[in-house]
């Protein structure tokens, strides 16, 4: 197969016929020669019978449609290469098709390649496309694909001993180069192929996905390469204003033809938050559009989510003490433990190493932590304050929510986002922390 993909040959071209036979004719009679003429000519009416199939587009004064029924694909070429080209059909079954510069084709075997098209299971494009350059995929869905393809190896004759023709010929062939890219442009199918069904929150058809392909390939919306742009238009069209909105968290990285990301819009961090699924359904490789396969507004939940991320205190050997999570999360045996009573609650007190950290007890004897307090700096927060650290570090650690508390002590307190009753208490002296402590408000 690769072969047939890196190489040009013909496997039978007009002077291998020439040769078989003049050999005829050195050896028989005139009735030879003749029955040789004829049966020389029936040949060659019936390579290019079955070779090149190619209708001209009348309507179109300035291409040449050529038509491929067996691979199903079509594409129009410029007027200007009429007589100086042929299309090698020679391994069509293969779902291989060169166009060659036909002087130089047929001079030098295995030369004057200028484009070809292939046909690739879905599975194998991308492999292909890693292996070898100069490709364009220019139709694809989830069982096949064509690509268009040119030469990466010399196809000119510019040997030691070329002759003056050749440099013509080679000539020849670099203005015939140029028009490549707008023979890719007018690539389609002669018949529609029976699409699979492909759900995407933009409501888009196969066919219109397909479509918008094709008019980004010929430099129409850029933008649609750029998957960052695709959400943010996606998301203006939900009327919502993303000027101040910026991508949280990737999965995915914008390879291998789909993503997973978070976008957050607002002011402040978490203030609308979205997820959002993109993929590539066409054209996997950075030429491919983004298609947003799926859009959620996942705002309250993420709120919470981040709230327990930030409510907790970590530990140098990676030990959490998390607030609101049961005590049996905490990977560590306590020094001791004192249970109390009052005003119909139950709680625990523990003692861990350089930590104390107080439970409530549920009516089915769970236990949630409630507060959490530490003098050490053997711990820190999410954002990498420990005791020991400047009020600078904190002010810079924790720009926003964050508030000089009303007490006799200095303290500095943090509500995630002003929305509830969950903070992180920061006690400095002379502008130094001191002592970290947090709690859940209502129940503390």
């Known amino acids: 197969m690769l072969e047939k993909m ?20 050195s050896k028989n009679s005139k009735t030879a020669k003749l029955i040789a003429l004829v049966l020389f000519a029936l040949i060659i009416v019936s390579i ?178 750029d998957y960052e742009q695709v959400v943010q238009s996606f998301l203006s069209s939900k009327g919502i204003d993303v000027e101040s909105g910026r991508i949280t968290e990737l999965a995915g990285g914008g390879s291998a033809g789909g993503i997973s990301l978070t976008y957050t819009v607002g002011e402040k961090e978490y203030t609308q938050i979205y997820s959002v699924e993109l993929f590539q359904p066409i054209d996997k490789t950075e030429s491919g559009i983004w298609i947003v396969r799926a859009f959620n507004d996942i705002t309250a939940d993420t709120i919470g989510r981040v709230r327990n991320k930030e409510l907790l205190l970590l530990s140098k050997d990676n030990i959490q003490f998390k607030l609101n999570a049961d005590v049996s999360t905490i990977d560590k045996e306590p020094i001791s433990e004192q249970e109390g009573r009052g005003d119909g609650f139950r709680w625990i007190d523990y003692s861990y190493e350089d930590v104390l950290v107080t439970a409530l007890i549920g009516d089915d004897n769970s236990t949630r932590i409630i507060n959490i307090s530490t003098t050490s700096n053997n711990y820190k927060t999410p954002r990498n304050i420990k005791v020991g650290d400047t009020l600078q570090k904190l002010q810079e650690n924790y720009p926003e929510d964050l508030t000089k508390a009303l007490s006799d002590e200095v303290c500095y307190v943090y509500v995630p986002q002003s929305i509830g009753v969950n903070r992180i208490y920061f006690y400095l002296e002379k502008n130094i922390i001191t002592k970290i402590v947090i709690e859940n408000g209502i129940d503390g």
């Open 6 to 25: 890196f190489t040009t040959k013909m496997s039978m071209d007009k002077k291998k016929l020439q040769h078989r036979f003049s050999k005829i004719r």
């Open 48 to 225: 290019i019978g079955v070779s090149v199939y190619i209708a001209v587009d009348k309507s179109k004064d300035d291409t040449i449609l050529y038509k491929n029924e067996a691979m199903n694909f079509q594409i129009e070429i410029p007027t200007s290469w009429y007589g100086m080209y042929i299309a090698d059909e020679t391994q069509v079954d293969d779902n291989y098709i060169a166009f060659k510069h036909k002087r130089i084709a047929e001079k030098h075997n295995g030369m004057g390649t200028l484009l070809y098209v292939m046909m690739l299971p879905d599975s194998e494009i991308d492999e292909y496309l890693n292996m070898v350059g100069n490709q364009t995929v220019m139709w694809r869905n989830q069982e096949y694909g064509y690509i268009l393809g040119r030469p990466t190896d010399v196809q000119v004759p510019i040997f030691a001993d070329s002759d003056e023709e050749d440099v013509v010929l080679a000539e020849e062939y670099q203005k015939l180069y140029k028009d490549i890219s707008i023979i890719e442009s007018t690539f389609s199918l002669i018949k529609d192929v029976d699409a699979p069904v492909i759900t995407n929150a933009e409501n888009m058809s196969y066919a219109q996905i397909r479509d918008l392909q094709r008019q980004v390939n010929n430099g129409h919306f850029p933008w649609r390469l």
